[in-house]
């Protein structure tokens, strides 16, 4: 029981230091400012959402078994609630005035809103699995099939805390979906180029198309119908990655740059 007690306590102590760190580098001059916006972008991101996400779902577990895992997340969850109230403590015009979670919670009921933002955290592991997939997986197709470099600091960052008025639990929710957002989302661009090189071929329902036409544009794009022949869909393949230089999805700028890098301008050079 003292075991648990201790991971418990020093997990909620690292966190919480964590944050205050956060707090402390944009007011530590340049030098600190320029750590933390490196903090906001990938790869330095990852350092930080791994710290507070996944080392205590780590550590735990190694110290303790499962009984550490569920000692270290509660200590999460309380860590962010702490500080979730000390952070509005520190804001007080901004936690007196208009809020997100006061309006959703005249919306829905206060209950039914905090249960179901506690259900998404649910999901974290599976937005970390995307996300390795992202940093250790999808530069081998780069390598091996030619397919688009990403410069993953434009998808994978969060901005949100420099918003005026978000406070305690706004902000931390809000942070978030803005890392959650940037990691699907990159997820879904790196998949385009997948789905178009290996099978361009549309789905024979069509409500699976429309639905899924938003993510992948080239179904309406370029894929064949779903009731073409074997002659068409190797037709597309030679058509748009016969002479291509990066093997990127139909509707992707790449094929309009080199290596998704912008042409340059004309008294620049020439692309």
Known sequence: ??????????????????????????KLGG????????FS???????????????????GPILAGWAGLGVSVAAQVLSLLIWSWLHGWAHPTARKGPRIVKVLNDLVGAPRNYAALWVT???VPMFWAVRLA????????VWIVRFPRYTQSEWVAVSRHKFDGLVGHDLIWCLYCDWMTGVWSLG???????????????FKSTNKCDNCKHDFPDIYGGWVKANGGMDEVTAVLKKHYGDAEVNAWFGHPARLTVEGSPPMPDDEGTA
Request: proline fraction near 6%; hydrophobic fraction near 60%.
């Open 134 to 141: 992202e940093i250790f997986v999808y530069p081998f197709l």
């Open 121 to 123: 955290t649910i999901v």
């Open 41 to 59: 972008v990938a790869p330095g991101l990852d350092l930080v959402v791994a710290y507070f996400t996944a080392l205590p779902m780590i550590v």
């Open 188 to 202: 879904s661009e790196m998949l385009r180029n997948v789905e178009s090189f290996w099978c361009p071929i549309r």
């Open 31 to 38: 030098g600190g400012r320029a750590i933390m916006d490196w």
């Open 1 to 26: 029981m003292n075991e648990l007690l201790y991971i418990g306590l020093i997990t909620i102590g690292a966190l919480l230091l964590g944050t205050l760190v956060l707090h402390l580098l944009p």
